[in-house]
C-alpha cells in the first residue's frame, strides 16, 4: 500500500466535433485549390497517424527523440528548479512517453502533482492518460484536445504552470507563426510561468534528410497517412499508392520541406467539399515543414513575442536543445546560462 489515492484520468474536448470537421474541410478546400498545393500536417494525426509518429520515434535515422531524452534525462531536475511548477501542460503531448522524465522530475521536485496533456489527437491522449495514471498514481492527468494556438486560452490555470512543447514540434511552423505561436503560449503565463521547447538544431545536411527519409519507409507511411485522413474524412478519392513521399532540404529557411508528388495526372474528386482537383504527373503537394534551430533564432523569435530565454540544455552531441522561454521582463530573470552537457 502507498497510501496514495489513485485518481481516474479525466479527458475533455475543448471545441465540439462539429468545428474541429468544419477547419479540416476548410483549410483543405484552401490547400488543394492554390498554388502550389499544400495540407496541414496537423490532420497527420489520427489514430494511425500518431501510432506511425511513435514509430518513427524509435528509427535508428531519427536521432530527435533519443538526443531529447538525453537532455532531459540530465537537467529535467535543473528545469523543474528553474519554476517550481504546480502543473505541468503539455502541448502536442503525443503518447507522453519523454514526459516521464519530467514527470519524474516533478515528484522528487514535490512542487506539484498535476499534469495536462494537450493534442489534436483523442487517441494519443487516452491512451497516454491510461498508462501514465498506471504509473504513477501520485498524478492528477487532465487531458484536453485541442488545437492550438486557438484553444490555448481554454486551458485551466491552477498555479505555477510549466508549459512544455517537446519533439521539435515547433520546427513545423515557418518563423512569422513560431513568433505568433509563443505569443499566444505568452498570454496563457503568469510572470514565474515558463515554456520548456524543444528544438532541433541546424546540422549537416545527410543526417536532417535521413531522419525524414528512412530506409524503413515509416516516415513516407505517415506522411502519405494524410490523404487516408482525407479520403475517409471527406470521402476524397485520392489513389494513395500513386503519390511519392519527397523531402527537401530548403537552405534559405533552414527548414526539411516535405510532401507528396504525383506519379501521373489525375483528377481527384473530394465528395464532402464537391470539389475535383486536377493534379500533373510530378505536381506535389506540400504537408510539412521541420525547420531547424541555431540559439540566435531562437532569441529572436521569442523576443519578438515577448519572451526571454532563461535556460539552454544540449545533448552531448549538440543536436538538439531545450530552451526555457520566460515572460519578460528581462530585469528579473536569473542571469543568462548556457549550459554544457556534464562530462
Ligand atoms: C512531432 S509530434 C511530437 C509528439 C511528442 N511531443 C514527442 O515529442 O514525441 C507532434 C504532436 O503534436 C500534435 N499536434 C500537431 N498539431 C497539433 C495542433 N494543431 N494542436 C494540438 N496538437 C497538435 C500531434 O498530434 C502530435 O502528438
Known amino acids: 500500500m502507498t497510501g496514495q489515492l489513485e485518481t481516474a484520468p479525466s479527458i475533455r474536448r475543448l471545441s465540439p466535433p462539429s ?11 484552401q490547400g488543394l485549390i492554390g498554388t502550389p498545393k499544400q495540407l496541414s500536417s496537423k490532420y497527420f494525426y489520427d489514430a494511425r497517424g500518431s501510432e506511425l ?15 531529447e531524452a538525453e537532455i532531459l534525462t540530465l537537467y529535467a531536475d535543473e528545469m523543474m528548479d528553474a519554476i517550481k511548477p504546480v502543473e505541468l501542460v503539455e502541448l502536442g503531448s503525443g503518447y507522453s512517453v519523454k514526459t516521464r522524465l519530467l514527470l519524474e522530475a516533478l515528484r522528487r521536485a514535490g512542487t506539484g502533482t498535476l499534469y495536462v496533456p494537450f493534442d489534436i489527437s483523442e487517441a494519443a ?29 481554454k486551458i485551466p490555470h491552477s498555479g505555477r504552470r510549466l508549459v512544455t512543447f517537446l519533439g521539435s514540434t515547433i520546427g513545423n511552423f515557418r518563423s512569422q507563426e513560431r513568433v505568433e505561436f509563443y505569443r499566444s503560449v505568452g498570454a496563457v503565463l503568469e510572470p514565474a510561468d515558463g515554456l520548456l521547447v524543444g528544438l532541433d538544431l541546424v546540422k549537416d545536411v545527410e543526417t536532417l534528410l535521413a531522419a525524414y527519409n528512412d ?7 505517415f506522411n502519405k497517412n494524410i490523404l487516408h485522413v482525407l479520403n475517409r474524412e471527406l470521402g476524397a478519392n485520392f489513389p494513395v499508392d500513386e503519390f511519392e513521399y519527397v523531402v527537401k532540404w530548403v537552405a534559405a529557411s533552414e527548414c526539411v520541406a516535405m510532401g507528396l508528388r504525383a506519379t501521373r495526372a489525375m483528377d481527384v474528386t473530394v ?33 519578438a513575442a515577448g519572451l526571454s530565454v532563461g535556460g539552454w540544455w544540449t545533448d552531448t552531441e549538440d543536436r538538439f536543445a531545450v530552451a526555457l522561454l520566460q515572460p519578460k521582463p528581462v530585469s528579473r530573470q536569473r542571469p543568462w546560462k548556457l549550459h554544457r552537457p556534464r562530462q
Not at 53 to 67: G, N, Q, S, V
Not at 215 to 221: L, N, R
Open 19 to 29: 468545428n474541429v470537421g468544419a477547419e479540416l474541410a476548410a483549410d483543405t478546400r
Open 53 to 67: 509518429f511513435e514509430d518513427i520515434t524509435r528509427l535508428p535515422e531519427y536521432y530527435l527523440t533519443r538526443a
Open 125 to 153: 491522449i487516452r491512451d497516454a492518460a491510461e498508462t501514465l495514471s498506471g504509473h504513477y498514481p501520485w498524478l492528477t492527468i487532465e487531458g484536453l484536445v485541442g488545437d492550438f494556438p486557438s484553444d490555448l486560452p
Open 215 to 221: 530506409s524503413a519507409g515509416v516516415t513516407a507511411e
Open 271 to 303: 465528395a464532402d467539399l464537391d470539389l475535383t482537383i486536377h493534379l500533373a504527373k510530378g505536381e506535389e503537394i506540400h504537408d510539412e515543414v521541420s525547420c531547424k534551430f541555431r540559439y540566435d533564432v531562437v532569441v529572436a523569435e521569442a523576443s
